[in-house]
């Protein structure tokens, strides 16, 4: 059974196998948990994101609205690059949903969960950190997405010994807390 453990503070500061990081379809760095990944992390994770991109489907992926979305990764999958200078072996990227008053997109956040935890697997992580996916600027509601990340975890038939969220704040904290007793 996998263990989980909450830290407050900075993921990008923790010492684990695989650390997840929140990013966008783009896999080139932006705000957030993702800027600072890459920027603690340096330039090998965005050369191989880089690369990884380009191997990445060409299809003309639509969004749930039908506006097309370009090339990128799905919303809910992962995929895993160097860690570069950070005290990981690997970052694992996984997309999270925007939140929506009027699509339930509860299914999308569990599968980054999901297959964050499938890829860790792949790579024989035994240790792997979280952010709380989709909580920040994508607006996901903190205790849904505590509840979703918990659940989602608890369910997921993984080799990974320890799951640890990493929480930025003590709000974010005690909204992980209270699914954990």
């Not at 929140?22 to 957030?32: R, V, Y």
């Not at 569990?110 to 935890?117: F, G, I, M, P, V």
């Not at 499938?118 to 996916?133: H, I, K, N, Q, S």
Request: with cysteine; hydrophobic share 40%.
């Amino acid at each position: 059974m996998t263990r989980i453990t909450l830290v407050q503070g900075d993921i990008t500061r923790q010492t684990a196998d695989a650390i997840v990081n929140a990013a966008n379809s783009s896999l080139l760095g932006g705000g957030g948990v993702d800027g600072a990944i890459h920027r603690r992390g340096g330039p090998a994770i965005l050369e191989e994101c880089r690369r990884l991109r380009a191997g990445l489907p060409h299809s003309r992926l639509r969004s749930s609205g039908g506006t097309p979305i370009g090339k990128g990764l799905p919303t809910g999958q992962a995929v895993a690059t160097t860690a570069g200078d950070l005290d990981a072996r690997w970052v694992i990227h996984t997309v999270g949903p925007v939140h929506s008053a009027t699509e339930d997109r509860s299914e999308l956040l569990a599968s980054c969960y999901r297959e964050s935890l499938r890829r860790a697997d792949e790579l024989g992580a035994r240790t792997v950190a979280f952010p709380a996916v989709s909580t920040g600027i994508y607006g996901w509601p903190l205790d849904d997405g505590a509840r979703i990340a918990v659940t989602t975890v608890r369910e997921t038939d993984t080799a990974v010994e320890e799951v640890r969220f990493v929480l930025f704040d003590e709000r974010a904290y005690q909204a992980f807390a209270a699914w954990l007793t």
